[in-house]
């Protein structure tokens, strides 16, 4: 195994159980318990883990993966997710895409979209996050607009007021929204208050808007409230989603879709 896939499956088990000792973690990973300590500590030394004696605890009390560790989790749903988002978009659309995995992946799935190999453009897509607009510009029949601002290395977005400036000048079709909860009460929402400014105003200047969230995002809550659960039009989620959350959202006026 090598040393980034070890870092992930180390910080996606101390996200889920909140502590892990260097022998268990050895166990699980089946490697060597000095292996875990120097990975531990390596980890501890940027801040992603907090080292305690014989193992470690996640950082912080709202704890948040950085974004190039998160891929691996709930990836076959957020690809059907993703693939059923694309599905949505209209040849010649302006679309706003958030930065996240599962945002990531409706990139993904609409850069693979036959009938959208040729046009001009294709598609507008106009997003803040870094990694979106890297893999997209090598599509020529794609205009990409990114926002400009201020990068946050989480999640590879760019926040602050130069995106603003950039979003209140436009309008587009659709916003795709990538989010860390989503609660018909309390909204979408993320855990940056400035990261969940941009997407607001994302929302804002668009005529319908999609969360696309796998069933574990739903029926939670973050810091940070990006719009109220009545401002999105449609739910993308996995069929993992409870038929009782789904149907509360569906009384909440959305349109639900489990893929």
């Known amino acids: ?26 166990a699980e990973l089946a490697v060597s318990a000095a292996t875990i300590r120097r990975d531990f500590d390596q980890l501890a030394e940027q801040q992603m883990l907090v080292r305690t004696r014989g193992g470690a605890v996640v950082h912080g009390v709202s704890y948040e993966l950085p974004l190039r560790y998160k891929t691996a989790r709930h990836a076959s749903e957020k690809q059907r997710i993703a693939k059923a988002v694309a599905d949505l978009v209209a040849p010649g659309e302006a679309v706003g895409l ?16 036959s009938d959208l190999a040729s046009g001009s453009p294709a598609l507008t897509v106009v997003t803040n996050a870094l990694n979106i607009a890297n893999e997209l510009a090598v599509r020529p029949q794609f205009k990409i607009v990114v926002t400009g601002g201020v990068a946050r290395p989480q999640s590879y977005e760019l926040i602050g007021p130069l995106a603003d400036g950039v979003l209140a000048q ?9 989010v860390v ?31 696309a969230a796998d069933s574990s995002k739903l029926g939670q ?11 999105v039009d449609t739910l993308v989620t996995d069929t993992a989603a409870p038929a009782e959350t789904v149907r509360r959202f569906a009384e ?6 489990t893929v």
């Open 252 to 257: 909440a006026g959305l349109s639900v879709l």
């Open 98 to 113: 958030t930065g996240g995995t599962t945002t990531t992946e409706v990139a993904r799935a609409l850069a693979v979209r």
């Open 221 to 231: 809550r973050a810091f940070a409230r990006i719009c109220a659960a009545d401002a």
């Open 181 to 211: 909860a989503f609660d018909v009460t309390h909204g979408a929402a993320a855990h940056d208050e400035a990261e969940a400014a941009i997407n607001r105003l994302l929302c804002e200047r668009a005529e319908r808007v999609i969360v």
């Open 1 to 26: 195994m090598s040393r980034d896939a070890r870092w992930k499956a180390l910080l996606e088990l101390l996200v889920e159980r909140g502590r892990l000792d260097v022998e268990e973690a050895a």
């Open 170 to 178: 436009i309008t587009i079709d659709v916003a795709v929204l990538g």
